[in-house]
């Protein structure tokens, strides 16, 4: 059963980088597709991107360029990095397993 785990820092600064990790146990990184989903404070579910079996990675366009997802098969996370935050970037951030495994979401806040 695949178990996955998001962490990060919880608080960040306005400009700041955030960097998330999903740490997939059960799982491989090469089988599957692994999304970023977010949920800011009073809305639905945003969907960030995901990275596929091969490693390539597609962002949604609303982020742009100042996103980035990577992962590392060695140690089976994946890993969101979000540049130039700012406080509409408050949110519960996912990850998720092709939609079929949910990790339990982390916090993020952005604020001075």
């Known amino acids: 059963q695949v178990q996955l785990q998001e962490s990060g820092p919880g608080l960040v600064k306005p400009s700041q980088t955030l960097p998330l990790t999903c740490t997939v146990s059960g799982g491989s990184l090469i089988r599957s597709s692994y999304h970023w989903i977010r949920q800011p404070p009073g809305k639905g579910l945003e969907w960030v991107g995901f990275?596929?079996?091969?490693?390539?990675?597609y962002i949604a366009p609303s982020l742009g360029s100042r996103t980035s997802i990577s992962r590392d098969t060695s140690t089976n996370q994946v890993t969101l990095q979000l540049r130039s935050v700012t406080p509409e970037d408050t949110a519960v951030y996912y990850c998720t397993r092709a939609w079929d495994s949910w990790g339990q979401g982390t916090q993020v806040t952005v604020s001075s």
């Open positions: 990275i596929t079996p091969d490693g390539i990675s």
